[in-house]
């Protein structure tokens, strides 16, 4: 088993930024496929998917956040950030932690985000 705990969520204005946590309680990156994402819901809409990272630090990102949002890691902590910078009302959602380690997926709870001013 491998718990997921996210962290960093919050209110911001918009064009601030945030940056999310997600602690892994095990190292992840164990065979070539396994990653760890970003995903987000935001109220009435499906969950997408926002960033990923592979294990051989390959990134892909959504199209609406292309440019603003960074994911990346910390092997030592076996910690995935997201990096929101010019975050956007359409920004605020639910962000959700997901991990995929030797083909089982693993979620977090989810940590809030809300662009307002």
């Known amino acids: 088993q491998v718990q997921l705990v996210e962290s960093g969520g919050g209110l911001v204005q918009p064009g601030g930024s945030l940056r999310l946590s997600c602690t892994a309680s095990r190292n992840i990156f164990v065979i070539r496929n396994d990653f760890m994402a970003w995903y987000r819901q935001a109220p009435g809409k499906e969950r997408e998917l926002v960033a990923i990272i592979i294990t051989g630090g390959s990134t892909n990102y959504a199209e609406s956040v292309k440019g603003r949002f960074t994911i990346s890691r910390d092997n030592a902590k076996n910690t995935v950030y997201l990096q929101m910078n010019s975050l956007k009302p359409e920004d605020t959602a639910v962000y959700y932690c997901?991990?995929?380690?030797?083909?089982?997926?693993?979620w977090g709870k989810g940590t809030l985000v809300t662009v307002s001013s």
């Open positions: 997901n991990a995929r380690t030797i083909n089982i997926d693993y």
